[in-house]
């Protein structure tokens, strides 16, 4: 098991989800409104141990994060990214329950935790969007 691996499965639960453009493994250099909404995943932490003769086994924490839409550009009111927000927090949670092994490709996922809807930057621009925080066991031979 690898970190690039875990990353490509949870990419592939995350694109089949309905509402999503892009669920890239490399990070783009920009991010374009017309790719939105977008998925991007950062490995966290990870606690390594033996799991038994000739097998490693690592929990790593995984951070996803959905951009859905810059917050207010073009917008007038209230803007409809925050109720984009919400559908997909929810289709977010039950995509990772319905597969907790996302695909058979890691052992299990263990921790399931979400921010909620919040502000997101990148390159000092704010996106509605959200995180989820992962915790996946790996285990390696």
Same mark, same amino acid.
């Given at each position: 098991?690898?970190?690039? !691996?875990?990353?490509?499965?949870?990419?592939?639960?995350?694109?089949? &989800?309905?509402? %999503?453009?892009?669920?890239?493994?490399? /990070?783009?250099?920009?991010?374009? !409104?017309? !790719?939105?909404?977008?998925?991007?995943?950062?490995?966290?932490?990870? +606690?390594?141990?033996?799991?038994? &003769? #000739?097998? #490693?086994?690592?929990?790593?924490?995984? !951070?996803?994060?959905? /951009? &859905?839409?810059?917050?207010?550009? $073009?917008?007038?009111?209230? +803007? #409809? $990214?925050?109720?984009?927000?919400?559908?997909?927090?929810?289709?977010?949670?039950?995509?990772?329950? @319905? +597969?907790?092994?996302?695909?058979?490709?890691? @052992?299990?996922?263990?921790? %399931?935790? +979400?921010?909620?809807?919040?502000?997101?930057?990148?390159?000092?621009?704010?996106?509605? $969007? /959200?995180?989820?925080?992962?915790?996946?066991?790996?285990?390696?031979?």
């Amino acid at each position: 098991m690898s970190i690039s !691996t875990t990353i490509t499965a949870l990419q592939a639960v995350h694109a089949a &989800i309905t509402g %999503i453009k892009t669920a890239p493994t490399a /990070f783009p250099s920009v991010l374009n !409104t017309a !790719t939105l909404p977008i998925v991007l995943v950062w490995p966290s932490q990870g +606690d390594w141990n033996l799991q038994a &003769i #000739d097998l #490693d086994r690592c929990n790593r924490r995984y !951070t996803v994060r959905c /951009f &859905i839409k810059p917050v207010a550009q $073009g917008e007038a009111g209230i +803007d #409809d $990214g925050y109720q984009e927000c919400v559908t997909l927090l929810n289709a977010f949670g039950l995509a990772y329950l @319905d +597969d907790l092994s996302l695909g058979g490709t890691v @052992d299990h996922v263990r921790l %399931i935790q +979400d921010t909620g809807v919040s502000n997101l930057r990148w390159a000092d621009v704010a996106y509605w $969007g /959200f995180e989820y925080t992962l915790e996946v066991v790996e285990k390696t031979s």
